[in-house]
């Protein structure tokens, strides 16, 4: 059977699978009421435990609306931390931690000596020329110490869009995800984030002493937009996988264990402007999936199923609304997760279109593609969804979410309602 017909034949079976979520069925999830302030347009979310109470504690990036590169402030500059106190009680870190302008993206990973979890921003615009922005954490101090990276002289050029007089409106690199992890095998955690104005790929390798050696770039066409890392082959050497958001491709990487990544394949994702991309065993078959979501009027997620190394012959097509050619849902950040802890991953999704969080409910029973997802829908009183993290935030044993909203500028949850 030609690998075109597999796509079509898998699109329409999921088309007919999520429109029969069953309006009896118990929802995984329930609104908290209480939700927390922080800084300006928080387009990014990510959780830890920070300060060793074991609650996750909740950070997000204040981007603020990006303006023109050329402009004394082209965007906000901070990240709010929120510290756990009791489950779903925070207490705001005062005062912010500042970034170089429109931090974008997160991670909380342990970078230095200490054993506690870092926060590591990468920043879109180079205004004052940071970005990244790191914060050691010296817990038993209370306090987060900011290490500041900045970008190279002789950087590739920019790529994307330019003013009515021809001028670049962003800057390079215009760093837009990243993801933290050991590359070269050298027990220091490495950092990788996409370029989105240049089209290039930026590796940070670790340094005992200052956290990250220089940056290097290579590049990847496309406008790369998202970025996970994960084991592709057979070797220990963690490799990459890239949503290219002008071209609508995913880009896999191979890396070689020192630090070095190579092209090794890229196709189309079945949608326009891929913003999300993570990597889970969806069907439980063993090998891994890529998750895609895009921002277009398809609205619509694609599960990649692994096949071989590099190679993901066959997708599901999962359309979120009615239509394919009217904006309902604008899909913005994605988690896939097993949520109900029956051995499947689900998948949820901040929408701000909608405005909500979608839930994709996996409710298969064997490793058969296409899996079975039962759609369910959440809306929150304020606020438009931008971000989304999930962790056990109250001890129950299961994940729960952590939305990061716009317009109100707040953080609310969606409380797991398995016990």
């Known amino acids: 059977m030609p690998v075109s017909f597999l796509y079509r034949l898998i699109s329409l079976s999921l088309i007919m699978s999520t429109a029969i979520a069953a309006q009896g069925s118990a929802r995984l ?30 950070v997000t990036a204040d981007r603020g609306e990006l303006h023109d590169s050329r402009e004394e402030r082209p965007a906000n500059d901070e990240l709010s931390v929120l510290l756990s106190d009791t489950p779903f009680n925070y207490i705001r870190r005062h005062p912010s931690l500042k970034t170089g302008f429109a931090p974008y993206a997160l991670a909380l990973a342990n970078v230095d000596s200490l054993k506690w979890p870092d926060i590591i921003s990468v920043n879109f615009h180079t205004g004052r020329n940071k970005i990244v922005s790191v914060f050691l954490n010296f817990k038993d101090e209370g306090i987060f110490k900011p290490v500041e990276f900045k970008a190279p002289d002789n950087i590739a050029p920019y790529e994307r869009h330019h003013d009515g007089a021809g001028e670049p409106l962003y800057t390079t690199p215009g760093l837009t995800s990243l993801v933290v992890a050991d590359f070269n ?27 990250f050696n220089d940056p290097v770039f290579f590049p990847l066409a496309g406008a790369p937009r ?3 890392c994960a084991h592709l082959d057979e070797d220990d050497h963690y490799d990459l996988i890239v949503a290219l958001y002008a071209t609508s491709e995913i880009a896999l990487l191979q890396g070689n264990g020192k630090g070095d990544f190579i092209e090794k394949n890229r196709f189309n994702s079945r949608g326009k402007l891929p913003v999300t991309v993570n990597y889970k065993d969806v069907n439980g078959d063993g090998k891994g999936d890529i998750i895609v979501g895009h921002a277009e009027a398809g609205d619509n ?23 394919r050619d009217i904006l309902e849902y604008g899909i913005k950040d994605a988690v896939a997760a097993d949520f109900n802890d029956n051995g499947a991953v689900d998948i949820a ?23 079975k997802f039962r759609q369910e829908e959440y809306s929150f009183k304020e606020g438009i969804p931008l971000s989304l993290a999930a962790a056990d ?20 949850f969606l409380k797991n309602n398995k016990q």
């Not at 955690?189 to 956290?211: F, K």
């Not at 997620?301 to 239509?323: E, H, W």
């Not at 999704?349 to 899996?371: F, K, M, R, Y």
């Open 349 to 371: 999704v901040a929408c701000h279109a909608l405005p909500g969080v979608v839930v994709l409910v996996n409710e298969s029973d064997s490793t058969a593609i296409p899996q």
């Open 185 to 211: 095998h050298d027990g220091l955690r490495d950092l990788a984030a996409t370029g989105w104005s240049n089209d290039t790929i930026m590796i940070m390798t670790g340094h005992a002493d200052d956290v």
């Open 301 to 323: 997620l694609v599960i990649f199923y692994g096949d071989r190394p590099y190679n993901f012959s066959v997708a599901q097509d999962i359309p979120l609304g009615k239509t």
């Open 226 to 228: 998202a970025i996970c």
């Open 29 to 58: 999830f329930s609104v908290h009421p209480r939700s927390f302030q922080v800084g300006s347009h928080p387009c990014a979310i990510a959780l830890a435990d920070l300060n060793g109470d074991g609650i996750p504690d909740i």
């Open 393 to 412: 935030l109250d001890g129950s044993g299961y994940p729960d979410l952590a939305v990061s909203m716009g317009t109100s500028n707040t953080v609310g």
